[in-house]
């Protein structure tokens, strides 16, 4: 069977960033068979008709919530391999080929994922991303403990079912317990060239804010067994 993908994209009140998200997404170049799906999470806006205008297939959850809107859209998926992105992210023009590429050439790789660079970003952040961040996840790859962002990874549909799926009560980090649960059980690669650019705005928090919530949030999950607390909404 031919190999194909579905991209899905979570989108709540998107339509500032969706458009060059989905414009990305319609230049692949060599890429393989593959649908769009844009689930729209609650949205107030006109996130929905946009990703329309773009062909896009669009998957409704109203429980407002990442690890939902997630959730939907893998579980609408129809391809064999599914690719995550974000309404903030632009991906290169071989986004979806390198994919097709690693997966076709080894049946047994469970899942893939790259950095995450800010250009927005001010410049101690964009070379943060760029070094520190990205030497983390080479490591941690290494040493099989994953740690991917929602906007830039794809695994193989039964993986992602063998690994339990998204862990939907949670309001942040559900991306980063996925890869932590399928390195357990697939071979996983982290490509440094599978590079995506989203926007900073996850910043506008403050940096020592966003560290002692991270910080917060790592205690409740792994001392306290409880779910992340509620990230800030920014727009």
């Known amino acids: 069977m031919p190999l194909a993908i579905s991209v899905v994209i979570p989108a709540h009140n998107e339509e500032k960033y969706l458009p060059a998200c ?19 999470n609650a949205s107030t806006d006109s996130t929905a008709a946009i990703a329309l205008t773009y062909g896009a297939r669009v998957i409704h959850e109203p429980r407002k919530g990442v690890a939902y809107a997630r959730q939907a859209g893998f579980e609408a998926a ?14 290169p023009p071989f986004w ?4 097709g590429e690693h997966f076709r ?13 800010w250009p927005d970003g001010n410049p101690i ?26 906007s830039n990874f794809a695994v193989r549909r039964d993986v992602f079912c063998a ?8 309001s942040s980090g559900e991306d980063n317990d996925l890869s932590l649960r399928v390195s357990r059980i697939a071979p ?8 995506v650019n989203a926007s900073s705005r996850r ?3 403050g940096w020592l804010r966003l560290i002692r919530r991270s910080a917060t949030d790592v205690v409740r999950r792994s001392v306290l067994r409880r779910p992340p607390g509620l990230m800030p909404d920014f727009r």
């Open 105 to 117: 050439a080894d049946p047994a790789l469970g899942a893939i994922y790259g950095p995450v660079y």
């Open 22 to 40: 989905l414009t990305a997404l319609s230049r692949q170049v060599h890429a393989p068979a593959h649908e769009i799906i844009v689930v729209d």
């Open 96 to 99: 979806l080929a390198l994919i």
């Open 188 to 195: 996983v690669r982290f490509r440094i060239a599978l590079a």
């Open 125 to 150: 952040e964009q070379l943060m991303l760029r070094y520190p961040f990205v030497w983390a996840q080479w490591l941690a790859n290494r040493i099989h403990r994953d740690l991917w962002w929602g």
């Open 203 to 205: 910043s506008r928090e």
């Open 163 to 170: 690994a339990g799926g998204f862990p939907v009560g949670w």
């Open 78 to 91: 129809r391809a064999p391999i599914i690719a995550s992105t974000d309404a903030d992210t632009v991906v």
